[in-house]
């Protein structure tokens, strides 16, 4: 297994370490102190399952030996030990009142409820909320990650259980709020996040059904017709045998195409992949290779098993023989029949063969790192699977389970999603809409589609019951235009999301990140668990309750950072600083973007399946402040762009406040500019390419009900056409838009009695003071749900 060596630097430095016959302190840095207790004095050099790094540069420490008690202090944190086995009474450790929420102390052994959690191994079967596992980060300003009984990896390349005997090996952080510093730490010991490959981030289809290779196409032509975009094809267990006489298990492991409905599997795999799908085929490998197994004579063959007997080959993930050929002729031979990554179906637990050894991170690690193999220099290696514990992150995506299709589900997992970050773990791929049981409910579904868009992976999937697919088409109308549209702009997002793999890869900044990531010291940002940054322009707040009839609203409160936003798809404007409950018809969704923000979207309306780059691009720009923002994409092999170290070349593109102007590089491409929140075309607007001015510019506006933007729509351009300048004239502002139009329609729209109707719309049919417009309002008398939504229109952008 030398070939899938991790890449590691697991030995601290020896100025770093502090240690004793049986204890051992390494300083990692001035966050992070490693502490080991090893009862027969060796202490752990080799990398861990969660800690593959641990030389760095040393901290400035003092230390101050007793005798009885050693002493360490660091800026941070100052540790008092008695030199026995760690416990309670003899290991404590101080902080600083600047670091902790108290400046309390720490005692081994202790935990702190105000950690903000991590994420689970899985959400099979879940209905609503499940335990989570704790993260990095907490309240307290500190946290402790127990790594005593992870898997190690030897010189060789293959994992291998812990020594024997009574061992401690923990870590604890200390950050006080720098959470992103806390991160940084995480990372630098665990490694980063890995670049996905562009076509991931696009819409994947799955469900658990045994499809026939024409139903399969048929129903890929369908998304095609209804001009849905995909980029993934999910095959589930069925692609293999799975019954019949000759199959001595219960058929859930498998590695021979089921050829009743897959006769030419190769033409098959063809056919997808000239509709631009990658493909990912299902694997439950727990049952090994039995002899009706295309592949069993190779396989014994390479592992020298004896097959007079027809004796099976049964799943060893603790032998690297096994695993070898596991992955060079088993798995590789279906690879060259189209298989482009592996769904990797572990459920069967922690437990192996040699106790340690969990099979689901060692098939997690190996499948990732071979893959990583077959890609080449500027490949991107993904496998998609559980959640095994810290540093789990080093092997996207992550299957999250099988979850039940209600309410209670959606209302959780947004939160599920954003706390996973705390542990790194930013690829979560949901069953979106649920895969089994609950009911069947079109406004639930769409919701989740909707946020699925503004999840990490987006993947519709379902069971086989012949009533739960999630084709949009088999929703009503209202739901279905509403899918179609919000897949659609999944794959617009696509330019978006890239750039935000690559600050997730490169700069420890995960695309979905908890309010308090960016706003530690601000209380409200841990008061709404289930609203997240999505990347580092865009804040997202799912709505995961149904709609109020009477209404016809979804409702969802919202905390707003300081500053001002817009939603970006219905135009409004919000003041920051306060909390709002936001009340949106089905085809809209609360996502808000900044002053200032630039937003890279792919100009199409309705993409084409895969997740290539576009040929035109749009750019959402909020003017009010200045804005920057670097669109990073793949470089093409036909393109003449140089390359960089890891395939991805830069759009650099900037707003000027001040002055009115964005610039940008063509880099030969159309382009379409909204300036969100602008609503007539400014007399002194120019477009120039290199200071010469531009023709055949198309300039229109959009108005309500649609966002209100000035668009600017560019022709095609070359690399060589000079820098772009849209000039809009110096210190634009946003257009205060009126509630009035908004006000109106939902008067019109709102289900009450008429005599009803007509007072509250005399309260609005003229302008006139606001709180007294509010007073009247109130004194109707009406409940929360019916008022909500003008209050918001009212109150929105008032500080």
């Known amino acids: 297994m030398e070939k899938y060596s991790l890449l590691s630097d697991p030995v601290g430095e020896s100025s770093s370490m502090v240690k004793g016959p049986q204890y051992r302190f390494t300083l990692i ?32 420490f003092t230390t101050n030996d007793t005798g009885d008690y050693l002493e360490i202090r660091t800026s941070t944190f100052h540790v008092t030990y008695n030199k026995k086995r760690f416990d309670r009474y003899g290991f404590i450790i101080s902080f600083s009142d600047k670091n902790t929420l108290w400046g309390a102390d720490w005692r081994y052994g202790e935990s702190t409820s105000e950690n903000l959690g991590g994420t689970a191994r899985t959400l099979d079967n879940v209905d609503g909320r499940c335990d989570l596992e704790t993260g990095i980060l907490s309240k307290a300003g500190y946290s402790v990650l127990d790594d005593s009984r992870s898997m190690l990896f030897d010189s060789n390349g293959f994992a291998s259980p812990r020594r024997p005997g009574d061992r401690i090996d923990g870590y604890l952080f200390c950050y006080g709020r720098d959470f992103k510093r806390a ?25 658990y059904y045994a499809y026939t290779d024409k139903e399969y196409l048929e129903l890929m032509g369908k998304f095609e017709k209804q001009e849905v975009p995909l980029s993934v094809a999910v095959i589930d267990m069925d692609w293999h045998q799975v019954s019949g006489d000759h199959i001595p298990h219960a058929g859930w492991t498998g590695y021979s195409w089921n050829k009743e409905l897959f006769p030419d599997p190769l033409g098959f795999t063809k056919a997808l992949h000239d509709k631009k ?31 007079s007997s027809g004796a099976p080959m049964l799943f060893d993930p603790t032998s690297p023989k096994f695993m070898h050929a596991y992955l060079n002729t088993l798995h590789r031979q279906l690879e060259k029949e189209g298989c482009d990554f592996w769904w990797i179906d572990w459920q ?20 990732f790192l071979d893959h990583a193999q077959q890609q080449g220099e500027d490949g991107r290696a993904i496998i998609f699977s559980r959640f095994g514990g810290p540093g789990s992150h080093r092997y996207p995506v992550g299957f999250s389970g099988d979850t039940i299709m209600t309410w209670e589900s959606l209302q959780f997992q947004p939160e599920f999603t954003a706390t996973a970050s705390n542990i790194g773990y930013g690829w979560w791929s949901h069953d979106i809409g649920g895969h089994m049981g ?20 987006m993947r ?20 279905k235009q509403v899918m179609e549209k919000f897949l659609q702009f999944r794959h617009r997002l696509i330019p978006y999301l890239h750039t935000m793999n690559a600050l997730s890869a ?79 018809k089905i085809h809209e969704y609360p996502v808000l973007a900044p002053l200032g923000a630039i937003i890279p979207l792919d100009m199409a309306l309705k993409p084409k399946n895969g997740g290539l780059n576009p040929s035109g691009l749009e750019l959402l720009v909020l003017v009010g402040e200045d804005g920057e923002f670097t ?81 600017v729509e560019l022709p095609t351009l070359s690399d060589d056409s000079g820098e772009i300048v849209i000039d809009i004239g110096a210190q634009p502002a946003l257009h205060d838009v009126t509630a009035s139009e908004r006000i109106s329609d939902y008067i019109l729209d709102v289900q009450i009695d008429m005599g009803l109707k007509e007072k509250v719309g005399k309260i609005f049919n003229k302008e006139g003071n606001i709180l007294s417009q509010i007073g009247q309002l109130t004194a109707l008398g009406l409940d929360e749900g019916l008022t909500g939504p003008l209050m918001e229109y009212i109150l929105a952008d008032i500080p």
């Open 506 to 584: 490169f700069d420890n900044e995960p695309l979905v990140q908890p309010m308090y990531w960016k706003h530690p010291e601000q209380e409200e940002a841990y008061g709404q668990p289930n609203q997240y940054y999505f990347g580092s322009s865009l804040l997202v707040a799912p709505i995961v309750k149904p709609r109020d009839r009477r209404t016809n609203t979804g409702a969802v409160d919202v905390w707003i950072p300081r500053g001002r936003w817009i939603d970006i798809f219905n135009g409004m404007i919000y003041q920051g600083n306060k909390t709002i409950r936001m009340h949106r």
């Open 183 to 207: 991160m940084s730490s995480f990372f630098a010991i665990s490694g980063k996040q890995p670049l996905l490959p562009r076509w991931a981030l696009g819409n994947w289809w799955s469900r």
């Open 29 to 60: 840095n001035d966050v992070v102190l490693r502490y080991e207790w090893a009862e027969d004095g060796v202490f752990e050099d080799r990398p861990s399952t969660f800690a593959i790094n641990r030389r760095f540069p040393s901290p400035e």
């Open 438 to 457: 609950g009911y069947r409910d079109d406004e639930l579904a769409t919701r989740w589609v909707q946020y699925g868009v503004f999840s990490p992976i």
């Open 631 to 711: 669109i990073r994409e793949e470089v093409q092999d036909d393109e003449l762009a140089s390359r960089n170290s890891v395939g991805l070349r830069e759009i650099k593109i900037s707003y000027v406040q001040a002055e009115g102007q964005l610039r940008f590089a063509p880099s030969s491409k159309q382009w379409r500019v909204k300036f969100l929140g602008l609503t007539s075309v400014p007399e002194q607007l120019s477009v120039s390419a290199g200071g010469q001015s531009l023709a055949d510019v198309n300039v229109a506006v959009d108005t309500y009900p649609a966002a209100p933007s000035l668009v």
């Open 277 to 307: 799908l990658k493909i990912t085929l299902n694997d439950h490998p727990h049952a090994g290779i039995h002899r009706h197994e295309d592949m069993y004579e190779a396989m014994a063959k390479e592992i020298g098993h004896d097959t």
């Open 348 to 367: 069967q637990g922690p437990y192996s063969r040699i106790p340690g050894l969990d099979p689901l991170w060692l098939l997690n690690h190996f499948h």
């Open 460 to 479: 519709l999937h379902s069971s086989a019951n012949p009533w739960g697919s999630k084709e949009p088409w088999l929703f009503r109308e209202e739901y």
